[in-house]
């Protein structure tokens, strides 16, 4: 299938609204659809919890180098062609990891699965950045919450699945051209935009403002991925909790910041993205020192809870005003946000986990209230257009 970003009929706002909404929710179903599969590839292969963990990682190995690329090819060939031809690789990807035969098979599948997740995304949020400035009103945080919601409910979907004795290739083979299909019905309403005349450089620098809101990303990333990590452990470790009770930190914390999403859009129209960013800060940081406070589980809950609320519309603010810089490249803007608030994903859970070695893991825990507070801070750079113009570095494009 060839898809051409060449400037052809507009498509209108709504069909293509439904367009991307689509791409980001098979986004999120098909990543979720692999994490079922996971303490099934570890007893085939007969690996230890240390050497998965280690595997695991690859994804991420991919993901990184993969987004300064992926800016650079959006903007060569449009972020219609990369949107398209990314989520189909992600959804043909999926079984690749699924039916590994080896360890080192499964760590160069994860290589590409990661690699076609993080083109994707720099794509698709391209494509929405495109899509709200024609429809003149902040609807990012939507999109955001359709992946939220595809990533439940491709979970859940799996696992019921798994459990009723459908084979791990079939689910596999089956989720894969499910997933293509939707693509493919996606691919004729996304907006085809010009590629840039000039040959763009891979890596560009970023500008300050730029920096500014990468720094942000990182701070709001290193949050989400530090609660999603920490918070069944912090129930149960410090707080006494029954496994079950554990449980349900994590799920309130995934289901405030689904519904977060949701309603995030018409808070940003009325109130504007800098106020929301802002009070976004400020509500999980009270939500996470609730939960470090107060002693009781369901409190401790209730904050997740709140801190859920608060980072929700963090990272579809950041990403939006990343996609409005005027000097660089929108696919280079948005990949070199993303870099950095990826670096912040991947290194919070293993801070959080070092610092609590040393102090227990309450104070922490301290760390991701400190980057929520640094978000509310730093929140004016997601009401600004960065203008400043971009330093190329000198290597020339692939």
């Not at 085939?44 to 998965?52: A, C, S, T, V």
């Not at 005003?321 to 912040?344: E, F, K, M, Q």
Request: with cysteine; net charge positive; aromatic share 6%.
């Amino acid at each position: 299938m060839t898809v051409s970003d060449s400037p052809g009929m507009d498509v209108r706002p709504g069909a293509a609204r439904l367009a991307v909404s689509t791409l980001f929710f098979v986004n999120g179903a098909i990543v979720a659809s692999w994490v079922p599969h996971i303490p099934i590839v570890k007893q085939r292969l007969g690996i230890g919890d240390g050497h998965l963990g280690a595997v695991l990682l690859f994804m991420a190995v991919g993901a990184l180098g993969a987004l300064p690329v992926a800016g650079a090819l959006v903007s060569r060939f449009g972020s219609r062609t990369i949107s398209v031809s990314a989520g189909l690789g992600l959804c043909l990807t999926l079984p690749c990891p699924v039916l590994a035969p080896t360890p080192l098979a499964l760590a160069g599948a994860l290589v590409l699965f990661g690699a076609f997740n993080a083109t994707l995304d720099v794509a698709m949020n391209v494509q929405a950045v495109e899509v709200e400035a024609r429809w003149r009103r902040p609807i990012m945080s939507s999109f955001h919450a359709l992946f939220s919601l595809g990533g439940l409910g491709g979970a859940a979907l799996s696992g019921v699945i798994l459990a009723q004795g459908v084979g791990a290739r079939s689910h596999a083979v089956g989720t894969a051209l499910a997933g293509s299909l939707a693509v493919a019905a996606a691919s004729r309403r996304l907006i085809a935009m010009t590629p840039s005349a000039v040959r763009e450089p891979v890596f560009v620098r970023p500008t300050r403002g730029l920096l500014g809101l990468g720094i942000l990303a990182l701070c709001a990333l290193l949050a989400e991925g530090a609660i999603g990590d920490w918070s069944a452990v912090y129930l149960m470790d410090a707080r006494a909790a029954a496994q079950s009770v554990a449980a349900a930190g994590f799920a309130a914390f995934s289901l405030a910041m689904a519904v977060g999403r949701f309603g995030g859009d018409r808070v940003a129209h009325r109130f504007g993205p800098t106020r929301l960013l802002r009070t976004s800060g400020a509500l999980a940081s009270a939500g996470l020192l609730v939960a470090i406070v107060v002693t009781e589980p369901i409190a401790a809950i209730v904050g997740f809870g709140l801190a859920g609320l608060g980072v929700a519309n963090m990272i579809p603010l950041i990403f939006s005003a990343a996609g409005r810089t005027r000097d660089i490249a929108s696919g280079h803007a948005l990949a070199a946000v993303a870099t950095t608030g990826y670096l912040g994903f991947l290194a919070g859970p293993p801070l959080i986990g070092l610092a609590a070695e040393a102090v227990g893991l309450p104070a922490a825990l301290l760390i991701v209230v400190i980057a929520c507070v640094a978000v509310a801070a730093g929140a004016r750079a997601a009401g600004e257009r960065p203008t400043e113009s971009a330093q190329r570095l000198p290597f020339p494009a692939s």
